[in-house]
Each structure stands twice: as structure tokens, then as C-alpha cells.
């Protein structure tokens, strides 16, 4: 690190420097975690005993929370990367007075506890988000920072004197990540977003301990890491002994002095410290000390041997007391916050409206307004929502993996670019269109962690078939409810000449099995605008009765058309809200039908031209559309058998996919036309004679099925 003297403000007040109480606070984590562990016969216990002296640092010192409010807008974040460390953060979260007791503690990696193996969103109180899967973390934290640098452009106005911090936008996001992360592609993809977006407000440190589970870090990585994120264009101090407080200190005041570039703090750990048989060994990562390792330890460190999980009577105190000081700075922001929002109305009024999740009244009407009837390619529609969108809710935000000349999805017009897009003295954090680039991984986990920090709604897209180097992502939107809208274009073999590497096939069945994840595959433009009214409704919590089903607390993603289609002509029955039913009738024989044609997404029109020609041979079908089969699922039987009924009609479905999540609705001996292979390179007129999806070969198949 450099000699060059640092200022030594803290953003918070600061706690003891008493070396012999911090000696027992860091050993009382150490051994919380090591005993934690020890009862569950499973978990982690080298990162914690490492880290125990700069976590405490970080949360005692420097990071800015409300134990009693951890929700508080204007805190500061901490995202724990290598979730396995967990026992870290719970033991923190312990000593500081959030509501998790030494009971939930004893609990840990047990069914029902909030102490589970791996932090989870919205199960433990002050958790940011859901880590575990490694890169996850940091990559989330990206989006957090990122957030937090465009609300501070977007609704943060002017400063108060002497209070700049009491404002929105104005806190960090800090985290700790280790060796695994760092490996993970997606951390690469992450780290370098963040460096071409100056995302001066975040600060990570980088658990340098030289040890994975399999061995050393020398088996497998090599790599300079500070000379990486140097490339990068990140700030990197390197580098900070484990256990000096002072130095870490410095190291962190040197990232927030370091506004255009994130921070990277290397941070040389000892795995397992204190454990004298398993410290500095990869056998201290995984797994519980035993009883004879942890006896050792605790004698090593002077910690009684007797009992377990024990919170010395002073370390309880002095948590007890900066938990109240960590209130009581926030009751006194408070002040300076009510203070801003008096000077800076406007600004309040829009962060209010964005918080709050406000929609306009008239939404749903605004969205499918002149889209009845209208012809056009899905992916178009959705361009043409997004740009009312643009107006109607201020406060959504997202981009595309490279991909917004295709409409996946469009630059918005309008509303400025996030980043060095935006060009030459334009503020870069004014914007909402953000160019993702080709990091596809990154770009869902950045969109989650927008998602969660509360202030911007986001979304992120690119063409469906990428949608499989996204799949940790989305499943971590389910896993969280975060409310993330991912929208995919180009969903079927019908994007035609780029072939086979680029037309889905199995991907819309297998993101329809991920519990929690709403999958729309519109029709037409109708379809498409109430799609993302659901979402945008689900997200404010406005939607009630049938149509506020648990799907609308989650994600939401949208599976759009590269090729036009035509607008579904409906009866005269039909509302705009029927689409959240997951399916309903387009057309009806006037007797009852002697098969249903259920379709979805650019196969429902070809179901009603393969009905017309049915009807022509004698053969009477109704036409359901099902935009959602996660919707449909969640209605009553009668109401599902009123649209696909139970009694005997047969049901034939069709997908230009492996279909495979509709074969439940045609049952076994049922008839699924789908694609049982890849594609091909070619027109997609060409496509869909090659492989049966005009109405004459769907209308044969359908007769000699029935």
C-alpha cells in the first residue's frame, strides 16, 4: 500500500481500540462459528476464524446500518460473496443486535432455521442477498452499486450542509469475496462492468488465503489478481495483513476517498486461525474442526472449553452499545434526510414514486392501447411497451447483452445512456438504457442487484438460446423474489438463417420448471403489454385476488418472436386481464368442439388457421392460448377445466419447442407437436414446411391423432 498518508475519517462513529477487548470480540466470533458448526457436523469454519479481525473492523468502524431497521434506504450494503462463510455474517449480525438470537444460532443449517447453510434474501434479517454460488455475490453487488450511483444522479439533488450522506444514492456497497469467486467467469464479466462504469461506491475485499478445498491455489490459479483488476480499472490495495486493523483501516477510507473506480482490498487471511492442526491447510474449508481441534483452539486463544457458543458478558455490552450508536446515528440522519427533503422536493416526490412502486391508474390501458389487431414480431411490441414505459414508470431501468439493434431490448429513446455511453460531459448515472456488453452471466446478476436495492425497477435481455449462460442468475431471482423482468427475443426455430447454435429448443420447458419464475411466451401485442403489466403490478404489490397469485411476488421473464405475427382476433367475452389466467379461449365452434388446440406464443395463430381448416374437413376445434402455463396452473380445477376441459376431448398441443411443460394438459397418449430435434440453418418459411408447423401439416397430424 502506499506510504502516502490517508485521511482517517469514518463514516460512522468509532468504536473501542482497546486490544484486549477486540482480541475477545474476534475470538468470540471465531468461536461462534466454530462451535455453530460443530453442532450441525457440516459447514465452514476456516473464512470465519480468518476474517473474524477485519469483518469486525469493517461493521464496527466503517460500514453505516440500522439494527433495528435494516431496511433503512440510506444504509450502506455488505454482500458476503463466499456465502459458505456464513456463520461470518450471522455472528456479526448477533453481536449487533439484529433480530437473530444465539437460539437461531444454535440452529444453524437446521430445517426452518434463519441460519441457513448459505445467507438467504429475506430469511435473516440485515442478508442483502442470496450468496452461494460463487461470483454470485460480487456480481450482485454490481448491480447494488450501480443502483445506488444512478439514484444518487437521478434522485439525490442537492446536499445539506454538513450532511451529504442524508441523502439517497450516497452510501457503499461493501463485500467480501474469496478465491472460488474469483474463478467463476462471472466475476470476470462483473468486475469488468464495474470497472468501465466507475463504480467508485464499491469496495471489496478479497480474501487472499492461498487455499481452495482441493489444495493450494497453486494447482489451478496463478494469476496476478491485482494486476487483473487493475486491467480492470479498479483502485486495488495490495496489500493489507489479516489481522492488522489499523492498516485495513486505511485501506477502506483510501476506497471511499477513490470515487471513479471500485476498490479491491487484498487482504492476506490465514485459513483457520487458531485451529493449530488445520490453519493455513485446505482441510480448514470445509467441515467442522471436532471436538479434539476445537479444544485445541479454544485453549490456543485462552476460550473456555467448556460449553459452547458463548458471548462473553463484555463482548455483549459492547455489541448491545454500538448497536444503539449505530441507531442513534440513524435517528440524527433522519434529521438531515427530512432536512433535504424540505430543499429538495421534486427530488423527494420522484424517489417516493419509485420506492413505493407508484403506477399510474390507468396503466394496463396504457400499455395495450392500438396493439389489438396490430401485426408485428412480439420482440417489437415489446420495444413499443418499453418505450411508454419510459414515461409511465420513470424508475425502470435495463439494457441488453449487446443485442438493442436486434430489440433485446431496444435503446429507449430519450432517456439517456448508463456508463461511458452516455459521451463527453453528459453525467453517466442520468440515464436508464444501460449497455450490458456480451456478459450475459453478469447481466442478470447486475439486474438482480438493481432489483434489490430498491430504488430502480430492472430488466435485462437477450436472445432466448443465451438465456442458458444466465441460468444461475435467473434461478437466483426466483430463489430471492427479486423483481428482475428478463425478456428474450428470437424464441424459436423462426429466427431462421443463424441456425441451429441459435435457435432454442429446449430452453422455454426448462425455464418454465424453475419454481418462482413467471414465464410469459405472448401471442401478439396484447399479450406482450399485459405481460409486462403483470410485472409491473406484481412489483408494486397491486395486484389482488386470483391475479395476485404468489408467481407475481417473484420474477418475471418473456419469451418474444423474432417474426411478425398477426393480432389475435378474440370474442367479444374476452378481458385484458384474462392473460393473467394463464390461458384462455381465442375461438369457440358454436357445438362443442371435437378438439382443443392449445398453443402458445407464434403457434397460437397457426392453432387458428390450423382450426379454419379443420372446420373446412368437418373436424370443430377450439383455440386456447396459453401465455402462462405457471398462471394457468395456479387457478382452480374449474376454472382450468373450463378452458381445457378434463372429460375426454382430446387436447393437442403446439410449440415450436420440445413442448415438453404442455404434454401435463394433453396427458400421455396425448399429442405434443413440437420439435423433436435441433433446427436448421434457413428462411423460417423454409423452417416451419421443413418441420410441420404450417395449419395444413398441423391439421393433418391433428385428424390422424384424433
Request: hydrophobic share 40%.
Amino acid at each position: 500500500m502506499s506510504a502516502q498518508a490517508i485521511p482517517s475519517s469514518s463514516p460512522t462513529s468509532v468504536g473501542t481500540d482497546d486490544p484486549v477487548l477486540l482480541e475477545r470480540i474476534e475470538n468470540t466470533i471465531r468461536f461462534l462459528a466454530v462451535d455453530a458448526v460443530e453442532r450441525a457436523g457440516i459447514g465452514h469454519v476456516g473464512a470465519p476464524m480468518a476474517l473474524a479481525a477485519a469483518a469486525f473492523e469493517l461493521w464496527d468502524n466503517h460500514l453505516r446500518f440500522d439494527p433495528q431497521d435494516p431496511s433503512w434506504p440510506l444504509r450502506d450494503r455488505f454482500v458476503l460473496s463466499n456465502g459458505h462463510a456464513s456463520m461470518l455474517q450471522y455472528s456479526l449480525l448477533h453481536l449487533f443486535g439484529f433480530d437473530l438470537g444465539l437460539e437461531d444460532i444454535a440452529q444453524f443449517r437446521q430445517l426452518g432455521s434463519r441460519t441457513p447453510g448459505h445467507p438467504e434474501y429475506a430469511d435473516t434479517a440485515g442478508v442483502e442477498l442470496t450468496t452461494g454460488p460463487l461470483g454470485q455475490g460480487i456480481a450482485h453487488a454490481v448491480g447494488m452499486a450501480l443502483a445506488g450511483r444512478m439514484t444518487a444522479s437521478q434522485f439525490g439533488g442537492d446536499a445539506v450542509e454538513g450532511a451529504d450522506r442524508d441523502r439517497p444514492g450516497q452510501h457503499f456497497v461493501y463485500g467480501i469475496v474469496g478465491d472460488g469467486c474469483l474463478m467463476e467467469g462471472v466475476s470476470s464479466e462483473a468486475a469488468s462492468f464495474a470497472g468501465s462504469h466507475s463504480l467508485g461506491n464499491l469496495i471489496f475485499i478479497y480474501d487472499d488465503n492461498s487455499i481452495t478445498i482441493d489444495g493450494g491455489t497453486e494447482i489451478t490459479f496463478s494469476e496476478s489478481v491485482p494486476k487483473r483488476f487493475e486491467a480492470y480499472g479498479w483502485h486495488v490495495v495490495d496489500s493489507v495483513e489479516g489481522q492488522d486493523r489499523a492498516g485495513f483501516a486505511k485501506a477502506l477510507e483510501a476506497g471511499r476517498q477513490e470515487t471513479h473506480r471500485p476498490t479491491l482490498i487484498i487482504l492476506k487471511t490465514l485459513i483457520g486461525r487458531g485451529a493449530p492442526n488445520f490453519e493455513g491447510r485446505n482441510k480448514a474449508h470445509g467441515g467442522p474442526l471436532g471436538a479434539d481441534e476445537t479444544k485445541l483452539a479454544k485453549q490456543g486463544l485462552g476460550w473456555p472449553t467448556e460449553g459452547d457458543l458463548i458471548v462473553p458478558d463484555e463482548v455483549r455490552e459492547y455489541g448491545a452499545a454500538r448497536a444503539a450508536a449505530k441507531h442513534a446515528e440513524r435517528v440524527a440522519s433522519d434529521v438531515q434526510f427530512e432536512a433535504w427533503r424540505a430543499a429538495n422536493a421534486d427530488s423527494a416526490a420522484r424517489w417516493d414514486t419509485a420506492r413505493t412502486r407508484s403506477m399510474p391508474a390507468d396503466l394496463v390501458a396504457k400499455l395495450v392501447e392500438g396493439l389489438d389487431g396490430t401485426k408485428n414480431a412480439t420482440r417489437k411490441h415489446s420495444a413499443t411497451v418499453l418505450e411508454r414505459l419510459a414515461e409511465l414508470v420513470p424508475y425502470m431501468a435495463g439494457g441488453s447483452a449487446d443485442l438493442a439493434g436486434s430489440a433485446a431490448p431496444p435503446i429507449i429513446k430519450d432517456v439517456g445512456i448508463v456508463g461511458p455511453g452516455a459521451g463527453a460531459g453528459v453525467d453517466p448515472f442520468a440515464g436508464r438504457n444501460i449497455h450490458f456488453g456480451v456478459r450475459e452471466h453478469a447481466m442478470g446478476a447486475i439486474a438482480n442487484g438493481i432489483a434489490l436495492d430498491g430504488t430502480f425497477l430492472a430488466y435485462c435481455g437477450t436472445f432466448l438460446i443465451f438465456s442458458d449462460y444466465m441460468r444461475p442468475s435467473i434461478r437466483l431471482a426466483a430463489l430471492q423474489k427479486a423483481k428482475t423482468l428478463f425478456i428474450f427475443t428470437h424464441d424459436s426455430i423462426f429466427l431462421g438463417e443463424d441456425g441451429p447454435t441459435h435457435q432454442p429448443i429446449e430452453q422455454i420447458d426448462s425455464l418454465r420448471v424453475i419454481p418462482g419464475l413467471t414465464v410469459f411466451r405472448p401471442a401478439d401485442g396484447v399479450e406482450t403489454a399485459m405481460a409486462y403489466a403483470y410485472y409491473l403490478l406484481g412489483a408494486a404489490g397491486s395486484l389482488s385476488g386470483a391475479e395476485g397469485s404468489s408467481q407475481s411476488a417473484g420474477p418475471v421473464l418473456l419469451s418474444l418472436t423474432r417474426q411478425g405475427l398477426p393480432g389475435l382476433e378474440r370474442p367479444a367475452s374476452f378481458e385484458w386481464t384474462d392473460v393473467w389466467k394463464g390461458a384462455y379461449i381465442v375461438s369457440d365452434p358454436a357445438e362443442k368442439a371435437g378438439v382443443v388446440l392449445l398453443a402458445t406464443g407464434s403457434e397460437v395463430s397457426l392453432a387458428v388457421e390450423a382450426a379454419a381448416a379443420l372446420a373446412h374437413d368437418g373436424l370443430q376445434a377450439r383455440v386456447v392460448s396459453m401465455p402462462s402455463v405457471e398462471l394457468f396452473l395456479e387457478q382452480s380445477d374449474a376454472d382450468q377445466d373450463a378452458i381445457v376441459p378434463d372429460d375426454g376431448t382430446p387436447i393437442v398441443a403446439i410449440e415450436a419447442g420440445r413442448g415438453e411443460t404442455l404434454r401435463r394438459f394433453v396427458g400421455r397418449r396425448g399429442l405434443v407437436i413440437g420439435m423433436e430435434s435441433f433446427g436448421a440453418s434457413a428462411p423460417y418459411e423454409a423452417l416451419a414446411e421443413h418441420f410441420g408447423f404450417t395449419a395444413s401439416q398441423v391439421a393433418k397430424r391433428v385428424k390422424a391423432h384424433v
